[in-house]
């Protein structure tokens, strides 16, 4: 099993930025592909961005150019860099992880990003 803990939410005005982290605890050898959701209010969870094991990297087409995932493998923890934020992004963002390059076995229980305009 593996335990994922996000921390770095928050409230910040349109503009500003944030850096989420994500820790994983217990079985994290296993783990390779980390991503991050973000669901908001009343609507589906969305994948923002995921890293695999060998740092390979995809983005949301609304986030490219403005969003940033790492991971350092060492820890094990996974980080989403978000700058330029727009009041679009508010929502709870969870982190994720896999023992496979795709797919999601493991959840965090999220954190909030409020963004005000």
């Known amino acids: 099993q593996v335990q994922l803990v996000e921390s770095g939410g928050g409230s910040v005005q349109a503009g500003g930025s944030l850096r989420l982290s994500c820790a994983a605890s217990?079985?994290?050898?296993?783990?390779?592909?980390m991503a991050w959701f973000r669901q908001p209010p009343g609507r589906q969870r969305e994948l923002v961005a995921a890293?695999?094991?060998?740092?390979?990297?995809n983005y949301a087409d609304s986030v490219k150019g403005r969003f940033t995932i790492s991971r350092d493998n060492a820890k094990p923890t996974s980080y989403l860099q978000m700058n330029n934020l727009k009041p679009e992004d508010s929502a709870v963002y969870l982190c994720?992880?896999?023992?496979?390059?795709?797919?999601?076995?493991?959840w965090g229980q999220g954190t909030q990003v409020t963004v005000s305009s």
């Open positions: 994720s992880a896999s023992k496979l390059p795709f797919g999601s076995n493991f």
């Open positions: 217990g079985s994290t050898s296993s783990i390779n592909r």
């Open positions: 890293i695999t094991s060998d740092k390979s990297t």
